[in-house]
């Protein structure tokens, strides 16, 4: 009891600040229709992996900069393998040069336990993985919880029920890989078995199929990329009128009680980083020296 109650102290309830969009027309399908089951409101949407096909949604709209927010509940059980992702890319228009934002989900194999872990590409930059891993505070099979992507020239931030879990400064040393063009939001479940357990050490176990994600709560507010050019409606040299909804002075830096809590659930629930992995790199990425 008292462990759930910690990080409702920290709470800046930042999704309160965003109007809910219907998924039926924020999103297209991406893959896998015949599992997706959309509510005929468009208001929630289930996604399922089978034995046949994932599925998974790509936004209508291509965005700068951002805020991605959605209530996702998973599947219970056995569900090593499984990849539940909330994330933005670019790779369809920049297959060799792509940035990235990850929120994936990961079924683990032993403690039945869902796993967070948070990665970013920026310019082709694949070959330097920056994952962190966390281990969530409850139970996300039981009822919906947030995740958010904050994404704009200061900061990414990454949270989850509005607890801060992240945060990439932009910064000369990370400004090279820092995502940096207008990209599609997605959210896809999917088989991983080969690459999230060990080369596909525990594989997803079918009979326990089919596995699905509900979403509903969903929020996109940002700059959008005009069709066939790389204007947005957020440049003011294109639009005067225009504002960047999260390039407020509330969105440059975290705030104090936000950093508290970030600190709570890091210190806490964060077992993984990718600059405390001196055995994967012999020369630590030059943002950890920061």
């Known amino acids: 009891m008292v462990r759930l109650l910690h990080p409702l102290i920290y709470v800046e309830r930042l999704t309160d600040r965003f109007s809910h969009v219907s998924v039926n027309k924020s999103y297209n399908v991406l893959f896998g229709a015949q599992n997706i089951n959309m509510a005929s409101n468009g208001s929630s949407a289930d996604l399922i992996l089978d034995k046949y ?24 059980g056995y569900t090593s393998g499984v990849v539940a992702a909330l994330y933005l890319s670019n790779s369809d228009v920049y297959p060799k040069n792509h940035d990235e934002i990850d929120f994936e989900l990961l079924g683990h194999e032993e403690t039945r336990d869902w796993v967070l872990q948070t990665n970013l590409y920026g310019n082709g930059s694949v070959s330097t993985g920056r994952e962190e891993k966390l281990s969530l505070w409850f139970d996300p099979t039981l009822a919906y919880h947030t995740y958010t992507i904050l994404w704009n020239n200061h900061h990414i931030v990454f949270m989850v029920d509005n607890v801060h879990v992240r945060e990439v400064i932009y910064n000369r040393a990370i400004s090279l890989v820092y995502p940096s063009k207008p990209m599609s939001i997605y959210l896809t479940i ?34 959008i990329q005009q069709q066939n050019n790389n204007a947005s409606t957020c440049s003011k ?47 630590l990425p030059p943002e950890c020296n920061i």
């Open 190 to 223: 999917w088989d991983g078995s080969q690459w999230a357990t060990h080369g596909g050490k525990y594989p997803v176990d079918y009979k326990y199929a089919p596995f699905n994600v509900s979403m509903s709560s969903v929020e996109i507010d940002g700059c």
């Open 53 to 76: 096909s994932g599925s998974g949604l790509a936004s209508k709209n291509k965005y700068y900069h951002g805020f991605f927010n959605v209530a996702l509940k998973l599947p219970s």
């Open 237 to 283: 040299s294109n639009n005067p009128s225009s504002l960047d909804p999260i390039d407020g002075e509330e969105f440059v830096k975290l705030s104090e009680k936000q950093e508290m809590g970030m600190g709570w659930a890091r210190k806490k629930h964060m077992f993984y980083s990718y600059c405390m992995d001196a055995p994967r790199y012999k020369v």
